[in-house]
Nanobody, 121 residues
Framework: QVQLVESGGGLVQPGGSLRLSCAASGSIFSIYAMGWYRQVPGKQRELVAGISVGGRTNYAASVKGRFTISRDNAKNTMYLQMNSLKPEDTAVYYC???????????????WGQGTQVTVSS
């Protein structure tokens, strides 16, 4: 069974930075393109960034230039460096699969617990 564990969230002031991490079971990162999704209560979950096995990336327009996705396949870990954070980035962030080669949303049925990011002064 797929296991995804997100961490690194917290409370940060506008303009601040956070680095999220995603650890996965097995050889998921060697096989699948992966991405970061986020969800605000009452809204649909949205894909914010995706990365192929080889390291090619794609970003939602709302985060492009501020967020950087990366992965370490050997460590089965993925990261999301978030800079210049805005209040509208407040959400629960999840990692999951994305499609290849287009890096669109294609999550597994299973979701981890997510990590809360709150941007507020």
């Amino acid at each position: 069974q797929v296991q995804l564990v997100e961490s690194g969230g917290g409370l940060v002031q506008p303009g601040g930075s956070l680095r999220l991490s995603c650890a996965a079971s097995g050889s998921i990162f060697s096989i699948y393109a992966m991405g970061w999704y986020r969800q605000v209560p009452g809204k649909q979950r949205e894909l914010v960034a995706g990365i192929s096995v080889g390291g090619r990336t794609n970003y939602a327009a709302s985060v492009k230039g501020r967020f950087t996705i990366s992965r370490d396949n050997a460590k089965n870990t993925m990261y999301l460096q978030m800079n210049s954070l805005k209040p509208e980035d407040t959400a629960v962030y999840y990692c999951n699969r994305v499609s290849s080669p287009w890096l669109g949303a294609l999550p597994f049925d299973y979701w981890g617990q997510g990590t809360q990011v709150t941007v507020s002064s």
